[in-house]
């Protein structure tokens, strides 16, 4: 069920309980700034959750609060994770859903990095 992307950030969601360490993930990465998982339900052969160790509730509540350090942070992670995963030299695509229109089910920011094949068209139709 997508999520009102103009709430309050809740402490609550499924991946504030990943960072807590109160729910199990398989990580990749974890620096200050970001830590990164293999998506519980993957929709190709690398299917990657980058989430920022802040509380942020979407991409428009980082992009508007996150200080300069905590987006370089993030989005290094990003690149990182990408280049760890060999995902470079064949190519990968960046998802972050926003909101009910962008589809996004858990109200903490995450960007979805998937790989690993021919991804198709950008939006499905
Ligand atoms: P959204 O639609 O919000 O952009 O994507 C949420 C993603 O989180 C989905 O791809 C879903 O499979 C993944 N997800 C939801 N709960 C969990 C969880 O407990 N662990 C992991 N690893 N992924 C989750």
């Known amino acids: 069920m997508p999520i009102d992307a103009t709430q309050p950030y809740d402490p609550n969601n499924?991946?504030?309980?990943?960072?807590?360490?109160?729910?199990?993930?398989?990580?990749?990465?974890?620096?200050?700034?970001?830590?990164?998982?293999?998506?519980?339900?993957?929709?190709?052969?690398?299917?990657?959750l980058v989430i920022p160790t802040g509380a942020y509730v979407s991409w428009d509540d980082f992009s508007a609060r996150a200080s300069a350090e905590e987006i370089a942070g993030f989005v290094r992670a990003v690149g990182h994770v990408a280049r760890e995963q060999g995902l470079v030299e064949p190519g990968y695509r960046l998802l972050a859903n926003l909101g009910a229109d962008g589809g996004q089910e858990v109200p903490h920011l995450h960007v979805h990095l998937f790989g690993g094949a021919p991804l198709g068209r950008m939006i499905a139709r």
């Open 14 to 48: 499924v991946f504030a309980k990943i960072l807590r360490g109160e729910i199990p993930c398989n990580k990749v990465f974890e620096d200050e700034w970001a830590l990164a998982f293999h998506d519980i339900a993957p929709q190709a052969p690398v299917h990657v």
